[in-house]
């Protein structure tokens, strides 16, 4: 029994491990397909092509001075960024690994109260900042995070109604990679919408977007505490991408087919901001509530047919 659980705790650091490394040099990945889009080099001068950007990004970044602001709770200030982390990184709890890991029965509820929770550290970031921005930000975060996680629930009520199990292990069984392809197609589509705006990412990224908000809920932030921020949302959009590869492509293991997937799609978060203009905030919450949600009740009663 202590063996086990020395394994999983070696399993879940490993792991932590490369997920901070793949955020790392996913932040160079769009840096240099955005730089390509835009007509533009892109980094190239840290290392062989760039290829050590990351890393002197990190170091600027922990060694920048972090500002005291005079009328704030500081103390929520500073723990929000990193609870913001622990979130995201608790999301990769949920993967079934083979052996050697946690067994969660009901995973997929428990990626549902994770997620619902990564809100509160936004909230928190933003009122602690005292600033109008960042409280604007955290708001328009809380409104639009809240909206889409209802069809992002309605497309997994019916993911877990098809196979009678709340465990991710019994949702990515698929005999046939084709059969979730072709039944699941209009869920993958509004997942894939809905996931971008759960990361807060273009052209949902009204919770930062710069135009107006100079930067939204993290306005007060640098150094380590941005960092962290960073850090989360990176990590989430590597997570919602590979939860999608297991939710609607049909992989029953790990393996490198798996791993190129999961970039393909963290490279569609990319080419989307690249190439998509932000959306005017009522047709936001006009499209969650009119369009994705009626869609999703509606082909949730059409998979309640199949019984």
Do not use: H
């Not at 569609?268 to 190439?275: D, M, N």
């Amino acid at each position: 029994m202590v063996l086990e659980y020395f394994i999983s705790i070696i399993n879940y650091f490993v792991m932590f491990v490369l997920i901070m490394i793949s955020v790392a040099f996913m932040t160079l990945l769009e840096q240099k397909v955005v730089g390509s889009m835009q007509i533009r080099v892109g980094p190239n001068k840290t290392g062989f092509w760039g290829v050590l950007q990351p890393f002197a990004d990190a170091v600027k970044l922990f060694f920048k001075e972090n500002m005291n602001l005079q009328v704030s709770n500081m103390t929520v200030f500073f723990i929000s960024p990193a609870m913001s982390l622990m979130f995201s990184l608790g999301l990769w709890l949920t993967y079934p690994f083979m052996e050697g890991g946690l067994d969660f029965f009901l995973g997929v509820l428990f990626f549902i109260c994770l997620s619902s929770i990564g809100i509160y550290p936004i909230m928190l970031m933003g009122w602690a900042s005292n600033c109008k921005y960042s409280m604007m930000g955290s708001m328009r975060a809380m409104a639009q995070m809240i909206s889409y996680e209802v069809s992002l629930m309605m497309i997994i009520l019916s993911l877990i109604y098809m196979k009678s199990s709340f465990n991710f292990k019994d949702l990515m069984d698929w005999e046939f990679i084709l059969l979730s392809l072709t039944i699941y197609f209009p869920l993958s589509t509004i997942w894939l919408a809905s996931s971008l705006a759960e990361t807060n990412r273009t052209p949902y990224d009204f919770s930062e977007s710069g135009s107006e908000l100079v930067s939204g809920f993290n306005t007060e932030y640098s150094g380590g505490g941005f960092t962290l921020i960073f850090l989360s949302e990176y990590s989430s959009i590597l997570f919602m991408s590979f939860l999608f590869c297991i939710l609607f492509l049909g992989y029953t293991n790990m393996n490198l087919f798996t791993l190129f997937s999961t970039m393909v799609i963290a490279f569609l978060f990319i080419w989307i901001r690249s190439t998509m203009p932000r959306y005017r905030y009522d047709k936001l919450m006009y499209l969650a509530w009119k369009v994705f949600l009626p869609v999703s009740l509606l082909l949730f009663i059409y998979y309640l047919s199949f019984n």
